[in-house]
């Protein structure tokens, strides 16, 4: 026996609402996505590669004792004195940079702390460089206190 066979009609998916749907929800994200300008500082660290030299007198000098006291030059001061210190330096210099010498047991969060206070005062580049901290000798005469070459090469992209 051959019955015959009912075609059942081919139901089109509406495309035109689904795509004005895709647009509109396209022009929503768009707007209500915030776009945010990233300020950063430029960090220059030393690299076992790069060969050192020594610090050059055009630096300013913030140095972290391991007694808590902050140099600035050959200067003791307090941070608040620092932070006035910084702003009349860039505000003379703004492209002047900083060596933050940290002694061997001052903490990261006090080279954060003396970081963003170079930053919110105007500062814009700043090396780091660990050195020994010896009793009565100022940082700048200390001998083991050589800044490597600034890295020319290109940091690669932040990961998404």
């Known amino acids: 026996m051959d019955f015959p066979r009912t075609t059942k009609p081919i139901r089109s998916l509406p495309l035109i609402p689904m795509i004005d749907v895709t647009f509109i929800l396209i022009v929503f994200f768009m707007l209500t996505t915030s776009f945010m300008k990233i300020e950063s ?7 076992s590669g790069a060969p050192a030299h ?8 913030i140095v972290l004792r391991n007694d808590g006291t902050i ?17 009349t330096l860039f505000s003379a210099n703004p492209d002047q940079r ?5 002694a061997d047991r ?10 963003d206070m ?21 940082a ?4 083991g206190v050589e800044m490597p070459a600034p890295s020319t ?8």
């Open 41 to 47: 500082m430029e960090l220059l660290l030393p690299s």
């Open 54 to 61: 020594k610090v050059d007198a055009n630096f300013g000098h």
């Open 71 to 87: 140099s600035f030059g050959k200067r003791t001061v307090d941070p608040r004195e620092l932070g006035s210190t910084l702003k």
């Open 98 to 102: 900083i060596v933050i010498l940290a």
């Open 106 to 115: 001052v903490t990261l969060q006090t080279m954060v702390t003396i970081m």
């Open 118 to 138: 170079v930053y919110l005062s105007g500062g814009k580049s700043v090396y780091i460089k660990a050195w020994h901290d010896k009793p009565g000798q100022p």
């Open 140 to 143: 700048t005469e200390n001998p």
């Open 153 to 160: 090469a290109t940091p690669p992209p932040p990961a998404l």
